[in-house]
């Protein structure tokens, strides 16, 4: 996108774009305010809901920190469940994912939180339907939103806002002119800003890396390690917000790359493997539940874990732990 690479896209259009971008930030303001004050109606829980969202479009690589979330309110021996707006799915109304589903159904991403944590995942445009009926049919006593930061009718008690270490905010516009759904100030309003990565300004110690574990084979039957791949050719496949990260992580490790990368949430079928089915593919998470069932006899996933660093555990620890012991 031009909005992270300066000098790509020409002065004029985006003379043209930023009123169009002010006007987009002046209504999303304007639609909170009125949340917060109480003219347009927001709805309770029952219990807690944490929100882990962004207010850039595209990967910041939220889904692997809620993965982790959902293990850490585990490990201290809460019941989590998540609602995702389940983007992409063919279903209607509200949905709890089963093991049956298919991504063309529920959509990549929740099928992918389902499939990892395998705890009740439900599915719905209308989040604060889908907060509902997640609570009235699963033992839950927090419930996480995958992505859902500007989904105001969801009152929630914790808001996590992602960011992407590297990428940023971009050029610090509002759509179309740049990436942003919400102006930059709207930061100082969240619980906790956590960064993909570390290294950035402003980092503040509060970020989380994404490690891999090791890759399964796309039929679930084999295991190997990254290192096994080195220097042996491979095309890799990535139909995320962020391909180059994937990428990039794949060639630090030795690999020798084949770049494919698709459209976020594009639907996989057999031609887009055209004549290179055959030969060796890595790809990431994500795409792999909507793969399973191509001819693809040598591919491979890539498994990766969002590792917390000490003071993103110690803000968890402050700040969203008390919410379960009111």
């Known amino acids: 996108y031009y909005w992270y690479e300066p000098g790509s896209v020409s002065r004029l259009l985006l ?28 709805y309770p829980a029952t219990a807690p809901v944490v929100v882990v969202g962004n207010i850039v479009v595209g990967g910041s690589g939220k889904t692997p920190l809620l993965i982790s979330l959902c293990e850490y309110l585990r490990r201290h021996g809460y019941k989590p469940g998540v609602v995702s707006r389940g983007y992409g799915g063919s279903f209607t109304g509200v ?58 009718r969801m009152q929630r008690d914790l808001e996590i806002a992602v960011i992407d270490a590297q990428r940023g905010l971009g050029n610090g516009l509002c759509l179309p002119a740049g990436p942003l759904r919400e102006k930059p100030v709207r930061l100082n309003q969240v619980d906790l800003v956590v960064y993909n990565g570390a290294g950035a300004p402003g980092t503040d110690q509060c970020y989380y890396k994404l490690a891999v574990n090791q890759l399964v084979s796309l039929n679930g039957d084999k295991t190997r390690s990254l290192e ?6 491979v095309h890799a496949v990535a139909g995320i917000g962020f391909p180059q990260r994937f990428f990039t992580q794949l060639a630090e490790h030795g690999l020798t790359v084949t770049e494919h990368a698709f459209a976020d949430h594009h ?25 399973r069932n191509l001819s693809l006899p040598d591919a491979w996933v890539v498994t990766v874990t969002a590792e917390f660093s000490p003071g993103l555990e110690s803000l968890l620890d402050s700040k969203l732990l008390p919410l379960l012991k009111k």
């Open 15 to 42: 003379l043209v774009l930023r009123p169009v971008s002010w006007l987009y930030c002046a209504i999303a303001g304007l639609r909170r305010q009125l949340y917060q004050l109480k003219l347009k109606k927001s």
């Open 228 to 233: 096994s791949f080195r220097g042996k050719p």
């Open 95 to 152: 949905r709890q994912l089963a093991e049956n589903d298919s991504a063309d159904v529920v959509g990549d991403e929740p099928l992918m939180i389902f499939q990892r944590t395998a705890m009740p995942v439900v599915v719905g445009a209308d989040r604060v339907a889908a907060v509902k009926y997640l609570l009235d049919n699963n033992p839950c006593d927090i419930v996480l939103s995958d992505d859902g930061l500007q989904h105001y």
């Open 267 to 291: 639907h996989y079928q057999q031609p887009d493997f055209s004549d290179w089915h055959t030969e060796c593919i890595i790809m990431t998470e994500k795409d792999a539940v909507k793969c």
